[in-house]
Structure formats: structure tokens, C-alpha cells
């Protein structure tokens, strides 16, 4: 299998079976917005981020050993080609050995000449290396209801999620700023019209300028360094 597809793996003290029922769990650890079902071959299913969403079809099943999905369709909103994954498979390899489960997670077509292989690798990498990996042995799973996306100043990066502003949004116990976004270069924000506390009573998507907002957790990541500050200097 050529290396260049995007590959991302773990491994876990768990059986093949537990890692085989997790995968298809979708909703536990990718996409809370999901619609149709991946619990057998020829289910499909749509993730839905936002704007974004794919459309897969289970093509291949092999229990406790491999799953096989195929990109029917798909709209990325923050790409040229809206497109590029169509055509594409998304394939898991699991094996069971020694007390533990690794499974081998490839995105077959996912290349690097593609737009989208830097971004999409490093969703793929929170999602398999993270979120499905906290799933299997925290029952904590991190499934994402919009587009996870960075935003930096300086060499300081803040991680964050993108949403487009027809999106309701979460609904959040944890202090957030919000990011009325300007550009990106993909799932980058590069500059901002503002940036303030978020309130979810009070928050109005219709208000902003952009088409899409940024939520980024307030907590201190940089010693001596203020989120809101740090941020206003990505304002145009």
C-alpha cells in the first residue's frame, strides 16, 4: 500500500471485536451529525460538519478485521475543489495481538499533491490518534459538530472550530471567544473582522461580517500571554 496515502494508527488494550464495533460507532468519536447507518455492508452514511459533509458507502466488511468506506459524495466547503474526496476509501485494518488491538486507519486518494492533504491529515490525526483512541479506552470520544481549523500570531498556534454562521451554535459550558472570520487558507484562519467573548444567550451568527465564526477555548496555552490579546492581532 503506498505510504503517501494519509495513514494514522493506534493501538490499544482491547479486543478486535471492541475495536471493530467502535469504528462503526461514527457518532461516538467522528461526526455527531450523522445520517443513515454504518453498521453493515452496503449501509450509507453522511457526516456533516456545517457546510461540509460526505456521503459513504460500506463496501467492504470483515468482522473484527477490516471496514472499507467509499467517498459516494462529498462537499468541502473551505476548498477549491469541493469535491476532492470523492472517489476516495477509507480503509481500517485491525488486528488483534498480544493482549491488544492496533488499527491502521488509510485514506486511500488522500495524496499529497491534493489541496486538502496537510488539513485533512491533521483532522485525521484528532480523530483517529485522539478522539477514536479516547473512545475505545475512556468511552470519551471527541466527535466534532464543525470543522476543527487553527489560527495563529506570531509562532503561537491556537486550536479551534470552525462553523458557518447558518450553524446553531453550541451550546458551551467552558469560557470560548468567538472568531468572526475573514479569510482562510483552507482550515487556517488567517485573519479576523473581531474577535470577543462568546455568549450563548446573547450570540448572533446574522451579526457578523464573515460567513463563518471561530470558537476557540479562553485558557492560557503561552506564560504571560492573554488569548483575547494575542487574537486581536489577527483583526483587519
Known sequence: MN???YNGRITAAITARQAFNG??????????????????INDTFITRFGETFGEMKVTEM???????????DCYLDLLKNKKEWNGTNIVFDIEEKNGSTEISMTHLGLLPALECYED????WDFFIKESLLQFLTKDAGQPGT?????IANGGRLYRGTLFSKNSPAP???SRYLYVDVKETRVEH?????????????TFDAATLKGDYFMLIEDKPLYDGVKLLDDLMATVE
Open 62 to 72: 470483515v468482522p473484527y478485521k477490516k471496514i472499507v468506506w467509499h467517498v459516494v
Open 3 to 5: 505510504q503517501q496515502h
Open 189 to 201: 484562519v488567517v485573519s479576523a473582522y473581531s474577535v470577543n467573548y462568546f455568549n450563548p444567550d
Open 23 to 40: 469504528i462503526n460507532n461514527v457518532q461516538a468519536w467522528w461526526a455527531q451529525n450523522l445520517e443513515g447507518s454504518s453498521q453493515n
Open 120 to 123: 485533512c491529515t491533521k483532522g
Open 171 to 173: 451550546d458551551l459550558a
Open 146 to 150: 464543525g470543522i476543527r481549523a487553527t
